[in-house]
């Protein structure tokens, strides 16, 4: 079993709906959450921290669930420059990230 | 933009050989990490470097080896290069090994023929 594990998709959405992506994580001390942007061929960019009461940047909002062990990322609002693949990640022991394998999402006008 | 830098931007090798990845850290950054991404996957980290030792390793045989250098430069080495080995490498910084945030280069593009 993957120690971070993300639905591959494609999600395929028109500009404007809003779509959520969720992570499950197999390491319950897991200590720190993140979600990273990553667009095609180029490097990982962080897009958000999440933390436990959950938090909100603009159209983004980042929920962690530690008894579930499952993290989730809304995006309200799809626009064209939000198509990318987005990763979720874990910090076990503030060595080392562990990523998931990624969700692809593509936002169709 | 991150102020992270990688070289070569891609390179071709032939299976047997070896290679060596450069990344310079961004500025006042002591600590460096390595992932391997696989086409299709998520990055696997490698190893990470704090002041020119190595302070954590992923699951990677020896022939994954590196350096930290005293300007906290990095440089990721793999000998007996193999088909599978064809993948981005991607370096990250941060400003100490406690701090989140870590700082993607643009990688390294390495196709193993």
Known sequence: RKEVEQDPGPFNVPEG??????????????QSF?????????????????YSSGNEDGRFTAQLNRASQYISLLIRDSKLSDS????????????????GGGTRLMVKP | ????????????????????????SQSGHNTVSWYQQALGQGPQFIFQYYREEENGRG????????LQFPNYSSELNVNALE?????????????????DTQYFGPGTRLTVL
Request: include cysteine.
């Open chain 1, 17 to 30: 709906a809003t779509v959520a992506f969720n992570c499950t994580y197999s390491n319950s001390a897991s």
């Open chain 2, 1 to 24: 933009e991150t102020g992270v830098t990688q070289s070569p931007t891609h390179l071709i090798k032939t299976r047997g050989q070896q290679v060596t990845l450069r990344c310079s």
């Open chain 2, 59 to 66: 699951n990677f045989p020896p022939r994954f080896s590196g």
């Open chain 1, 34 to 50: 993140f979600w990273y942007r990553q667009d095609c061929r180029k490097e990982p960019k962080l897009l958000m921290s999440v």
């Open chain 1, 84 to 99: 990318a693949t987005y990763l979720c990640v874990v910090d076990n022991a503030g060595n080392m990230l562990t990523f």
């Open chain 2, 83 to 99: 088909l599978d080995d064809s993948a981005l490498y991607l370096c990250a910084s941060r400003q100490d090994r406690a701090t």
